[in-house]
């Protein structure tokens, strides 16, 4: 049985480059044709996983919600925030230019989570965001270093708007949706750049889509309305309808007892 989120096949400017080419990609290729039965998170993965095993069931990522880390509470100004990993530095990229003249005007601050200092990827990053160098970080930009799987979800207690640019890279086509639910979770709504697999929520109306990576105009929208608290609740209630861990493990079982009881 083989369990995967991801495509195999990633991208130069990605730091696992390297690692992957030289070992991964071919064993992770290997360990889904031998596989009896292949789970993946969402059906352009499932098309991809095709090539290698005809057995591939869909079952979607969920966020067990009653641990601790999504259950966290934050008393905070008015915050914009992306949460997410060194390998996004091409997707943060697209918000270049767009985040500064809103924190400015809303009184708004922008926190950026999954930071680490030092490191030259994250510095660019921080410009794509700021506009400035790291000496001349501007008061409304904040940000929180990378943690433990098990203690990001508190970052987004401390978000009224969650952000997530994507590019249209091949390779951002196989990845999930888990952005929008980690921001379900808190019951906030989500800007999303208009491309596979975010347009998987198309039915969402907590998720607003990006087009032509126009960050700004929707962004000003949703801040002008002060509708986000309603959005953010639908959010919550459509992943909670659709993304229920207790569900999607019933699936996960019939998968498991498939396999078995074909063997």
């Not at 309603?230 to 996960?252: F, M, P, T, V």
Request: aromatic residues 10%; neutral net charge; charged residues 25%.
């Amino acid at each position: 049985m083989v369990d995967i989120d991801d495509y195999w096949v990633i991208p130069k400017h990605n730091p696992a480059y390297t690692f992957y080419k030289a070992y991964l990609k071919n064993g992770v290729k290997d360990a889904m044709s031998y596989a009896d039965a292949v789970m993946v998170t969402t059906p352009q993965l499932q098309e991809k996983v095709k090539e290698f095993n005809s057995n591939v069931t869909i079952v979607p990522n969920a966020l067990d919600t009653t641990q601790s880390q999504w259950l966290m509470k934050d008393d905070h100004k008015l915050t914009i925030g992306w949460v997410g990993g060194l390998s996004h530095t091409e997707d943060l990229k697209l918000l270049t230019g767009q985040i500064k003249a809103i924190c400015e005007e809303y009184d708004a601050r922008f926190v950026m989570c999954g930071f680490h200092e030092g490191v030259e990827d994250w510095a660019t990053m921080e410009k794509a965001i700021t506009g400035e160098p790291r000496h001349k970080r501007p008061n409304w930009f904040e940000t929180r270093v990378g943690t433990r799987a098990d203690k990001y979800g508190a970052y987004y207690s401390e978000i009224d708007i969650a952000l997530a640019p994507l590019t249209s890279a091949h390779f951002n086509r196989y990845k999930s949706e888990l952005k929008i639910l980690e921001a379900a979770a808190y019951s906030i709504p989500i800007l999303v750049s208009k491309v596979e697999p975010y347009t998987n929520h198309n039915n969402n109306k907590g998720v607003i889509f990006v087009e032509k990576n126009d960050w700004s105009k929707p962004l000003k929208q949703l801040l002008d309305n002060d509708n986000r608290k309603d959005l953010g609740k639908l959010n919550y209630k459509y992943c909670q309808a659709r993304h229920s861990i207790q569900e999607i493990n019933k699936k996960r079982i019939e998968v498991l007892e498939s396999v078995l009881n074909a063997n």
